[in-house]
């Protein structure tokens, strides 16, 4: 994913611009809110050429990698990202067998799957 994206997806959410050199900022995961650190690097000729957040994935809302257009993305933490894919996959298992969210059990009373040699 391009420096460019990273840096304007950023950018949009950070109350001034970034200025040359190194910036540290704080950014909050798109969907639990949870807050992560990032730092990165501008150039003199006002390029970001180095992006990094600890904990935290870039994700292309329409799956397309190739789509590095801000609207596109979304920053979420590892599990939130997780559950975005986890999620996708349900979504497609219930148009391929005809049910919709209302036919899926309560969630709450389910205990995490365990798997048991036998
Ligand atoms: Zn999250
Ligand atoms: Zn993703």
Redesign the pocket.
Known sequence: MDNEVKRAYLEKNMLAPFSKGKNRFMVFCDFCKKKFHGSIKISKNNRAYSMSVNGA?F??LDGNPENDVVENMRL?CRKC?KN??YWGIIQRWLEKTGNTVDDLPDSKKLKPMTYRKY
């Open positions: 994935n994700h292309h979420y990202h975005v894919h």
